[in-house]
């Protein structure tokens, strides 16, 4: 590693010239123990203002408000907090956002919801390389509806493409469900071809943002999207078990039913009557009462980005990752460590993956000397590099180091999993 010293002065400049250069400081430390976090696209880390927010949530709004609180706003936040995100980071118009359940539930809902518009369609098309949450939630629709599930291969080093989607879609396809950008590779999905040839065959979509949104830039509106959900926690910074959100698109409004109705979700939740009568617009999505003390964390997420603007978040990203590739490349690759994600920009996501077999014994080590990545077995090692809280000199500190623990462990890469 004789170039140590000029990747480390470029880490310099870069940080020097970052124009969001001054958000890391707007997040919590991390203790001396952690010296570069890699997982803030699987658990994003705390705005500082979050601290002081729910502080004074439960002091001041929770406290002297009580149940009046409901009334003074509180309803109104699944939607007041949609609609911010969907402005900032989702390329949505108002009226077409909730924050609400988790990405799993959600998924339900809208899944459960859109194939109810398509009943003479038997087929979902969706892939093997899907987060597993959507696979389970999908397979469990489709086994509990009798419906045909269509699977499309995903090499696991890249994702979803038009021409897969062309191959597989046909007349009695009701549904398709993809993630924007593929968990493991970070593959940054065609949304709008895909969304296009979707609806050429009349199909509908449902993607999941949960790895896209606050990171890459998203028009769920001109993509002609009908369904997305995602999850808050990740790029949006909103805390561990944060709401997450789900997007309908205008056009199905008033013509979807989800299969969970909450008293929530009625047109008039207090009258407490007889029978179900969906609410007019998105908050038929909801089921029960809102999450509030989650959505206080999650908007300061939402703050920073609306703060930040997607463009400027995303060419961060790319540098970011950029400059990781370039250190794989000088230290890792010849180590024999193999790059499991996409190159080029327009299909990069926010995050890498990097393969060799003895990577689960690295990846313990990495975190023994503080860098914490994220690890997918059987031997990924995935680099998530969240702009507005990963500087350059952390992306260099922690492929540093990945770089010296995989050298002295070179030459013991027999092959340990043989079960
Ligand atoms: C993280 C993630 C989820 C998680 O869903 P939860 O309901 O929050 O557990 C779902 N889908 C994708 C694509 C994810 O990356």
């Not at 398509?118 to 969706?126: F, V």
């Not at 990171?215 to 995602?230: K, Q």
Request: aromatic share 8%; proline share 7%.
């Amino acid at each position: 590693m004789t170039d140590r010293t000029d990747f480390a002065a470029k880490a310099r400049e870069l940080d020097e010239a970052d124009p969001l250069g001054d958000y890391p400081d707007r997040f919590l430390p991390t203790d001396d123990d952690i010296v570069a976090y890699f997982d803030g696209n699987s658990l994003g880390r705390p705005p500082a203002v979050s601290a002081e927010r729910m502080d004074h949530f439960v002091r001041h709004q929770w406290r002297a408000r009580l149940v009046r609180g409901w009334d003074d706003e509180w309803l109104d936040w699944p939607t007041a907090v949609g609609d911010r995100l969907g402005k900032a980071v989702l390329g949505a118009a108002p009226g077409q956002l909730v924050v609400a359940d988790s990405t799993t539930v959600l998924l339900y809902k809208l899944a459960r919801a859109a194939l109810r518009t398509r009943p003479e369609r038997r087929e979902i098309l969706l892939d093997t390389d899907n987060f597993p949450t959507d696979r389970y939630v999908v397979e469990g629709i489709a086994d509990e509806h009798g419906l045909t599930l269509r699977w499309i291969e995903t090499d696991p080093d890249a994702g979803i493409t038009p021409d897969q989607v062309a191959n597989a879609i046909g007349p009695n396809t009701a549904l398709v469900v993809f993630s924007h950008v593929a968990y493991r590779s970070g593959y940054l999905a065609d949304a709008a071809a895909i969304t296009r040839l979707a609806h050429e065959t009349g199909a509908l979509v449902l993607w999941d943002l949960s790895h896209s949104a606050g990171s890459v830039p998203v028009e769920l509106d001109n993509w002609g999207v009908d369904f997305a959900v995602g999850c808050g926690y990740k790029y949006l910074n909103g805390g561990p078990g944060a709401p997450a959100f789900a997007y309908v698109n205008d056009r199905h409004q008033h013509t979807i039913r989800q299969p969970v109705q909450g008293w929530m979700g009625h047109r008039h939740p207090f009258t407490m009557g007889p029978g179900h009568e969906p609410a007019s617009g998105i908050r038929s999505v909801l089921s029960g009462t809102p999450p509030v003390l989650g959505m206080v964390p999650l908007l300061s997420g939402v703050e920073l980005l609306e703060q930040a603007g997607i463009d400027a978040i995303r060419a961060k990203s790319l540098l970011l990752s950029d400059f990781a590739l370039e250190l794989v490349d000088a230290w890792l690759s010849p180590l024999g460590v193999r790059l499991a994600s996409p190159r080029e920009h327009a299909r990069r996501g926010g995050h890498i993956t990097l393969c060799r077999a003895d990577f689960d014994v690295v990846n313990e080590e990495l975190r023994r000397r503080g860098v914490v990545p994220d690890f997918r077995s059987p031997d990924g090692i995935r680099i998530g590099l969240s702009p507005l809280s990963t500087r350059f000199n952390e992306v260099y500190t922690g492929m540093a180091t990945l770089a010296e623990v995989a050298a002295a462990r070179r030459g013991r890469t027999v092959p340990r999993r043989e079960e």
